[in-house]
């Protein structure tokens, strides 16, 4: 279980994020057009994956534009932007902010990417939402970088990140 703040105050974690030199769990995982997508659909490519709790929240929403920068310029790499919002969010979201590099991608319907990555908050106002993490797989599909932010208010180590891909 991990220990995370929000706004200083303490919240925990169903477990703790898959770690550097392991394979990453596949998932299935809801698109915009309401089909569904795996981990398996990308291989052979990179992987980031921006995990948040709510695409409505300005920390959330700047992971997304932020990645979606970085992501024009890399090449053989998907970003996958997780979150339980409904997909008719995420794609409202994309819509209106012009967001073409990432792909939005839901857990709604069984919650069950937030419990295999050990992501999903088990107390605090947050709770059965997804921890602010990012995950950083090779063509592989091994993780190469995890960041479980500290304070869920706090963007992530966009640089961190994107250094462990470029060396993936």
């Known amino acids: 279980m991990a220990s995370v703040t929000l706004k200083g105050n303490p919240i925990h974690t169903i477990g703790d994020l898959p770690t550097s030199g392991n394979t990453a769990p596949d998932f299935t995982l809801t698109k915009n057009d309401l089909s569904d997508t795996?981990?398996?659909?990308?291989?052979?490519?990179?992987?980031?994956?921006?995990?948040?709790?709510?695409?409505?929240?300005g920390t959330c929403a700047q992971s997304v534009r932020q990645f979606n920068i970085e992501a024009a310029e890399l090449s053989n790499t998907k970003v996958l932007c997780i979150s339980k919002d409904l997909p008719f969010a995420q794609a409202r979201?994309?819509?209106?902010?012009?967001?073409?590099?990432?792909?939005?991608?839901?857990?709604?319907?069984?919650?069950?990417?937030?419990?295999?990555?050990?992501?999903?908050?088990?107390?605090?106002?947050?709770?059965?939402?997804h921890s602010r993490a990012v995950v950083v797989l090779n063509t592989a599909g091994e993780v190469v970088y995890s960041e479980q932010v500290p304070e869920i208010v706090d963007e992530p180590n966009y640089k961190a990140a994107l250094e462990a891909l470029v060396n993936a």
Not at 42 to 51: E, H, S
């Open 38 to 57: 795996s981990l398996s659909d990308f291989k052979g490519q990179k992987v980031v994956l921006n995990i948040f709790p709510s695409i409505d929240t």
């Open 93 to 129: 979201f994309c819509g209106a902010e012009g967001i073409a590099n990432v792909e939005m991608l839901s857990d709604f319907k069984t919650g069950a990417f937030g419990k295999s990555y050990g992501l999903e908050f088990t107390d605090g106002p947050l709770q059965s939402l």
